[in-house]
DNA sequence: TCACGTTCGTTACAGCATATAACGCTAGTA
DNA sequence: TACTAGCGTTATATGCTGTAACGAACGTGA
């Protein structure tokens, strides 16, 4: 049992749980997150409601592991854009803070706004359980926060700001420009996915690009 | 029963449904449109859930009445806040189209934005009830799509553009201008009202007047 | 090879929600 | 005053989440 190769249980327990996983992605993506139903996925596998508790401890969460499954997906994608997994250790690279911007910081922000785009309007009701409407009370588990600042980190850095965007004053005008980034591709990108467009002559690729265009540095 | 005066049987049904959405309304904002339950409303009013049935087709269209119900306030806000009820008479008015922004558009568009982001900020949910995740499938009726043009009517004319923004290709930068407006606004207000910008050193006001100021006309 | 025990899926059931049907009461109305 | 439209009730069908208890199967270790 000590020994590394798992034995055929656990290995049946994982594909039971990837094939539960990927019908709740279907079902959310088909009808949004709450026509997410258990029963549902259930007969679809052919077995019974009850037989998924064995593997899910309940809607909500399985829900919450989609959620984390989405940001975990979405912050390797923007990582691996923005090139390698900066932000863990912006201290640590030879770039230190309150300076100039990296030696590529448009490359490196086209690249993370090119793939959050190419990854929303491929998933996006993806996008929007990440971004969309919360439910009011709902308190999302530390690892999600963890998540978003991950995803958040290269653009931080790519506008010469300290790691942590919590820092209550220091970040100044990098965390401004930075959070204009966001808010500015967030702002179509959120009106496109959610389909807001529709019927209106807007060319939403176009808007997104010239937004991005709007905030990347000078070279 | 011809005369205009209604009836104490009239009176007491509108009386009725006005509270039933007004609880409807506590418990959206509550816990969002996913926790709407008619039963928890009927007890609430201390009648049994088929009381309501009464007075509404069923869960869904009272969630239906609830958005147009949103968006007519919207509509009402943003046009009085614009200045009389711009849009619907644009061709109508002296501007005529294509032609330069209006004797006030600067201000016009800042006092449009300013109600938006204090009715957005009064009421979170009912803002994204109106732009935030939308059910896939979901068709709105054809009340709410009117209501959407009559909100970004006033922003379309102010930019200086013919009234119909579905129009296919003449409306060119007006109404590539009026949607950046759109865009970088709601970038910062729906992420605001998600409750996104938490424990993030950011100022949500400061940023939607940045914003605001990046896209008013010269004046 | 065989007995054991964990794991899994089942049925049964409790609880809560939407929604419909049928009944009876009440209060306007003619 | 008699009538009837409108309203709220109980009863019921249906579908979901989630728990409990049972039984089968299969990998594990002797």
Redesign the interface.
Known sequence: MLDGAEGPRARYRRQVLAEVRERAWQQV???????LSLKAIATDMGMTAPALYRYVAGRDELLTDLVLEAYGDLAETVEAAAGGSTGADASASGRGRGGGDGPDAAGVLRRAATALRDWAVRHP?RY??L???????YRAPAEA?EF?RRIFAPVLAAYGSSAD?????D?GPA??RA??F???????L??EV???FT????DPAA?YA??LDSVLPAD
């Open positions: 993506e088909l009808a949004g997150a709450s026509a009701q929007l359980l971004y969309g409407t919360p439910v009011p009370g926060t978003a965007p919590a820092g209550p004053a970040a965390l401004d959070v204009t966001w808010t500015r591709l967030h702002g179509v959120s009106l959610a389909g807001q019927g209106m002559a807007v808007r010239a937004e």
